[in-house]
């Protein structure tokens, strides 16, 4: 038998696996039903997703650091299989940019991989949608340049109504970027639209200190990164509703508050399927992944330069039996 031939065999194998255990899980948590098409694709989607992180994160494996090989034989398949689960239900799909993003992490209780699941700016406006107590009909995002007007309108006693006035005065030469801005708007009760004006500096608090220049750069996807910011803050301004939380929004929720520290998400947010950021960790989760959304093929990914140790020390929530050694990607 050829090396190619076990080679199919054994993902075939694994690939097999994966959905077994995608299936008990689904129909154990909903009944005896089958997967649809619709869902039996999304678990397919997440089978590649997490192949190739794995596959990425074991190329850059230290074995001096980390002697357990990162591979599928080395994942805690129930987890992820809940995981999964979870984030299909809600309906993120790793095939579409800027969903939702696979990250390798070591527990050092369980000597396994489990898989952490990442939000994407997409994927945070979707909870936010499902998962919402007051869903705005409308919500814009809108970057603010030099050369264009901006007018904020305050809610007071002579405008019972928030909202502003913007004008593109030059499409080719709006300038620098001074700011941001975002408004929710309620067609049927208008009192309550909410405009949230972002300066340069706030959208810049988010941006990692050690971000590479390829993302914000001026001459990058500067634009972009600041773009993506103010969506994250848009729809993670939306209060979730507690009577719609359910097992799936938890489950999700934990997983974000595991890679909740700012440094690590806006690394991810800008480095997209970039190098991975090798991070010195004190605190107890090995993360040996990579980022987020995939740049266009046209564009050249993100080199970085290592973090410094000592700007990694976060006080990120994790599992005391476990431990972090590396970083993604934003």
Same mark, same amino acid.
């Given at each position: 038998?050829?090396?190619?031939?076990?080679?199919?065999?054994?993902?075939?194998?694994? @690939? +097999?696996?994966?959905?077994?255990?995608?299936?008990?899980?689904?129909?154990?948590?909903?009944?005896?039903?089958?997967?649809?098409?619709?869902?039996? /694709?999304?678990?397919?989607?997440?089978?590649?997703?997490?192949? *190739?992180?794995?596959?990425?994160?074991?190329?850059? /494996?230290?074995?001096?650091?980390?002697?357990?090989?990162?591979?599928? =034989?080395?994942?805690?398949?129930? *987890?992820?299989?809940?995981?999964?689960?979870?984030?299909?239900?809600?309906?993120?799909?790793?095939? *579409?940019?800027?969903?939702?993003?696979?990250?390798?992490?070591?527990?050092?209780? +369980?000597?396994?991989?489990?898989?952490?699941?990442?939000? =994407?700016?997409?994927?945070?406006?979707?909870?936010?949608?499902?998962?919402?107590? #007051?869903?705005? #009909?409308?919500?814009?995002?809108?970057?603010?340049?030099?050369? #264009?007007?901006?007018?904020?309108?305050?809610?007071?006693?002579?405008?019972?109504?928030? @909202?502003?006035?913007?004008?593109?005065?030059?499409?080719?030469?709006?300038?620098?970027?001074? =700011?941001?801005?975002?408004?929710?708007?309620?067609?049927?009760?208008?009192?309550?639209?909410?405009?949230?004006?972002?300066?340069?500096?706030?959208?810049?608090?988010?941006?990692?200190?050690?971000?590479?220049?390829?993302?914000?750069?001026?001459? =990058?996807?500067?634009?972009?990164?600041?773009?993506? +910011?103010?969506?994250?803050?848009?729809?993670?301004?939306?209060?979730?509703? @507690?009577?719609?939380?359910?097992?799936?929004?938890?489950?999700?929720?934990?997983?974000?508050?595991?890679? @909740?520290? /700012?440094?690590?998400?806006?690394?991810?947010?800008?480095?997209?399927?970039?190098?991975?950021?090798?991070?010195?960790?004190?605190?107890?989760?090995?993360?040996?992944?990579?980022?987020?959304?995939?740049?266009?093929?046209?564009?050249?990914?993100?080199?970085?330069?290592?973090?410094?140790?000592?700007?990694? *020390?976060? #006080?990120?929530?994790?599992?005391?039996?476990?431990?972090?050694?590396?970083?993604?990607?934003?």
């Amino acid at each position: 038998m050829s090396k190619e031939t076990q080679v199919a065999k054994q993902e075939e194998s694994m @690939s +097999t696996r994966f959905m077994n255990a995608v299936v008990r899980e689904f129909s154990g948590s909903v009944g005896e039903v089958a997967l649809t098409n619709f869902q039996r /694709r999304l678990a397919q989607n997440y089978f590649i997703a997490v192949d *190739q992180a794995l596959a990425k994160a074991e190329q850059r /494996r230290d074995n001096k650091k980390n002697n357990l090989p990162i591979t599928w =034989g080395n994942v805690d398949m129930k *987890q992820l299989a809940l995981d999964v689960v979870a984030a299909a239900r809600v309906g993120l799909d790793p095939a *579409q940019p800027n969903h939702i993003n696979m990250v390798p992490y070591r527990n050092n209780r +369980t000597k396994k991989y489990n898989i952490g699941f990442i939000d =994407g700016y997409r994927g945070i406006e979707m909870k936010a949608v499902k998962y919402g107590l #007051d869903i705005p #009909d409308d919500v814009t995002i809108e970057l603010v340049y030099a050369n #264009d007007r901006f007018q904020p309108i305050k809610k007071d006693i002579r405008n019972k109504v928030e @909202s502003y006035e913007f004008e593109v005065t030059n499409p080719f030469d709006r300038g620098e970027i001074v =700011g941001g801005f975002y408004y929710h708007a309620y067609k049927n009760n208008p009192e309550k639209n909410k405009l949230v004006v972002m300066s340069l500096k706030d959208i810049l608090k988010r941006k990692p200190e050690y971000a590479s220049k390829e993302f914000w750069g001026k001459d =990058g996807w500067y634009e972009k990164m600041c773009h993506k +910011t103010i969506h994250r803050a848009a729809y993670r301004d939306i209060t979730i509703d @507690s009577q719609k939380i359910d097992d799936d929004y938890l489950r999700l929720k934990k997983q974000e508050e595991l890679f @909740s520290d /700012r440094e690590i998400e806006a690394e991810i947010e800008a480095e997209a399927n970039g190098p991975v950021i090798d991070i010195e960790y004190t605190e107890t989760e090995e993360v040996v992944t990579d980022g987020e959304p995939e740049p266009e093929k046209n564009e050249k990914p993100a080199k970085t330069a290592p973090k410094p140790p000592e700007k990694a *020390q976060k #006080d990120q929530k994790a599992d005391p039996g476990q431990q972090t050694i590396g970083g993604p990607g934003f």
